[in-house]
C-alpha cells in the first residue's frame, strides 16, 4: 500500500516570508506554523549556527517560484507536497543521498526527493450544518445535491494545493473524471486547502476533506466538525522535501535534510504534529486509524493533467 502511496502557474502570490538579517538557510514550504513550527525549533537547537528563513506558500505556489527563480535561485530547500510534485518538476532539485533515506518506508532511487510523512486526507463534515443523519459515509455520498442546500461541498483548487491536487487525482484514479465533474458540480472551489479546512471548521462550508493530523487536533479540541474515513476510499500521499538546484547554502541545506530524516525529528512529527511518520522505525499516532483497515488510494495524473481536466469539469 505504501508502495502505492509513492507511486503516487508566479502571477499574484501571495507568499509570507519571516525575515533574517543574513539567511543561512531559506526555505520554501507549504507547511503551516502549526506543522513546521516544533520541527523548526528543534533544528534551531540543533543547529544554532544555522539561520533560517520561511518563505511560505501553497504548494504550487512555491513551486512557480522555484521556477521562477531557476538559475538564480534563492531558496535551498522545498519542503513538504507529495513525492509527485518533485518528481514531475525534478529538474528543479539536486541529488542527495541522506543516511536516512534508507530508514524509509519508500525511496526515490535518484535521491532527489526525502519522504517526511504518510499523509492521508479523510472528509470533514461541519456538524453546525450537516445533522448525524446526513454524515457521509463514503466518497460516492458527496455527489449529492443535498451539499448545496447545507452549505456546500469545498475543494481546494489543484492549481495552488498539494492536498487538492492529490485528493482529485486520486478520485479521478479510482472513480473516473466523470465522477470529479459530478463532485464539482455546485462545489465552491478554495484558494488553498487551508481555506477549504477552515471553511468546513467554521461553518461557512458543509463538507470537504481534511489532513489527518489537523483533523485529529480539531476534535480533540472539540471544533464543531466530525472526521469520516470513507468506506470506499481514503485519499492519501506520501509527504517530501528536497534540495533545491543551485541551493546557495548547500552544506546547511544537507544538514537540514538530514534533521528531518532523524528519527528525532520524526518523534516530533508524531507526538506535536499528530502525522504519520514516514519512518518505518517510528510507530504511528495512536489516535489515527490502522492503515490496514483503509483503502488507501493515492495521485494518478500529473498535475498538469489533474489541474486541466479539471478546469474542464468546473466549466461544463
Given at each position: ?52 528563513t520561511i518563505v511560505r506558500g501553497g504548494t504550487g505556489e512555491v ?165 469520516i474515513y470513507p468506506e470506499d476510499a481514503v485519499t492519501g500521499q ?79
Amino acid at each position: 500500500m505504501i508502495k502505492h502511496l509513492a507511486a503516487v502557474a508566479m502571477g499574484a502570490v501571495m507568499l509570507t516570508a519571516a525575515t533574517a538579517s543574513a539567511a543561512d538557510l531559506v526555505v520554501y514550504t507549504s507547511h503551516g506554523e502549526t506543522t513546521s513550527g516544533p520541527i523548526l525549533d528543534a533544528f534551531k537547537t540543533a543547529h544554532p549556527d544555522i539561520n533560517v528563513t520561511i518563505v511560505r506558500g501553497g504548494t504550487g505556489e512555491v513551486v512557480e517560484r522555484l521556477r521562477a527563480e531557476a538559475g538564480n535561485p534563492t531558496a535551498d530547500i522545498l519542503w513538504g507536497g507529495p513525492t509527485q510534485t518533485f518528481e514531475e518538476n525534478a529538474s528543479l532539485f539536486q541529488p542527495y543521498e541522506s543516511a536516512s533515506d534508507a530508514d524509509m518506508v519508500t525511496l526515490d532511487p535518484n535521491h532527489i526527493w526525502h519522504p517526511y510523512t504518510v499523509l492521508l486526507q479523510p472528509i470533514i463534515v461541519s456538524t453546525k450544518r450537516v445533522s448525524a443523519d446526513d454524515m457521509p459515509a463514503t466518497q460516492a455520498d458527496l455527489v449529492s445535491a443535498k451539499w448545496k442546500d447545507l452549505g456546500g461541498l469545498i475543494i481546494p483548487d489543484p492549481a495552488k494545493s498539494g492536498t487538492g491536487y492529490t485528493i482529485l487525482s486520486a478520485l479521478a484514479g479510482e472513480n473516473g473524471w466523470d465522477f470529479i465533474g459530478d463532485l464539482a458540480t455546485d462545489a465552491r472551489i478554495a484558494p488553498g486547502s487551508d481555506d477549504a479546512f477552515n471553511a468546513v471548521r467554521d461553518g461557512e462550508a458543509a463538507v470537504g476533506w481534511i489532513n489527518e493530523d489537523l483533523g485529529a487536533k480539531w476534535k480533540a479540541e472539540g471544533l464543531p466538525i466530525e472526521v469520516i474515513y470513507p468506506e470506499d476510499a481514503v485519499t492519501g500521499q506520501v509527504d517530501a522535501q528536497a534540495i533545491v538546484a543551485g541551493a546557495p547554502h548547500l552544506d546547511e541545506a544537507k544538514a537540514f535534510i538530514d534533521f528531518l530524516g532523524s528519527e528525532q525529528s520524526h518523534e516530533i512529527v508524531r507526538d506535536a504534529t499528530i502525522r504519520r511518520s514516514a519512518r518505518v522505525d517510528v510507530t504511528p499516532p495512536d489516535v489515527l486509524p490502522d492503515l490496514g483497515t483503509l483503502n488507501i488510494v493515492s495521485p494518478v495524473d500529473p498535475r498538469p493533467v489533474v489541474v486541466a481536466r479539471f478546469q474542464e469539469a468546473l466549466n461544463k
